[in-house]
């Protein structure tokens, strides 16, 4: 983020700070506490990128979430978002892609301090062990998980979603034969080599026009017991807990606790999309 804009949301942050902690004390008061889903994607130092947050603001975060929130695995979500009231400031983490760098270091992190998390993976990259192809086209082909240390996280009690066969963009899918394979053959893939059943699906990229409502209904009709977008958006007690809208675990501070915080903006802006990828507004 450049400097001026930080700046200003900096400004913006400390002008608002009172107002929203009245916000969320009514929050509490009322049950209408928002329940919050976090994604990564890789947690390392070296090769830097967009998608990557340093291991010091990673851990660093974490702590400061500990302090403050109930730390639930998604299955917690859902129910105090379908419960209809929630008191207990609440949120999940996830990872998305499936790198190599996270059994480094944030994975045993999150492991020794009893965080859970669901951790999404693409099966072709994962079982061929090939880099992703943004990566490769930015110049830095970064190492995926092998399915040894997917096997080693779900043995020690991780749980591991779906995110389906190439990285493809659903909302770009117009066959229903190839739909069906991103989103179901990645689920297939993983429980027949986890021996598990995979609960979650998360849809690369996340924003609107990744996702459709073909894609939800499919997402239904292979068992899913939840998807999740990446759009940013807080999750509501009596919302829809099938569709679970996650924020950006942003290594920029400002922007993570602005977003932790509830900032009022984001309440008015975001368009959610129930569990079959219609607007609720
Ligand atoms: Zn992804």
């Not at 998608?51 to 929130?69: E, G, P, S, V």
């Not at 092998?146 to 979603?161: S, V, Y």
């Amino acid at each position: 983020m450049n400097w001026c804009k930080s700046t200003l949301l900096n400004l913006y942050y400390a002008g608002t700070l009172y107002a929203r902690k009245r916000a969320m004390a009514g929050h509490i008061q009322s049950g209408r506490m928002p329940i919050i889903v976090l994604f990564y994607h890789r947690v390392a130092n070296k090769y830097p990128n967009n998608w990557t947050i340093n291991t010091r603001t990673f851990a660093a975060q974490m702590a400061w979430l500990k302090k403050r929130f109930d730390l639930v695995p998604l299955s917690e979500a859902q129910r105090r978002i379908a419960s209809g009231a929630n008191r207990q400031p609440t949120v999940s983490i996830t990872f998305d892609d499936g790198y190599a760098d996270n059994c480094s270091y944030a994975l045993p992190l999150l492991f020794q301090e009893n965080i859970p998390f669901t951790y999404f993976v693409t099966t072709d990259f994962l079982f061929k062990h090939r880099p992703f192809p943004h990566d490769v086209a930015a110049g830095q082909p970064l190492e995926p998980n092998t399915p040894e240390q997917i096997q080693e996280l779900a043995d020690l009690g991780a749980d591991i979603g779906a995110h389906t066969r190439t990285h493809a963009n659903l909302g770009a899918i117009t066959e229903p034969e190839q739909l069906r394979d991103e989103l179901i053959s990645g689920k297939r893939a993983l429980e027949d080599f986890l021996g598990k059943f995979i609960r979650y699906f998360a849809f690369p990229f996340g924003c609107h026009k990744n996702l459709t409502p073909e894609a939800f209904r499919m997402a239904h009709e292979a068992g899913y017991e939840g998807v999740c977008s990446a759009y940013g958006g807080y999750n509501f007690p009596g919302d829809d807990p099938y569709h679970l809208q996650r924020i950006h675990g942003d290594p920029e501070w400002i922007r993570f606790k602005n977003w932790m915080t509830i900032d009022p903006r984001k309440l008015q802006s975001i368009i959610r999309y129930d569990s079959y990828g219609t607007s609720t507004r």
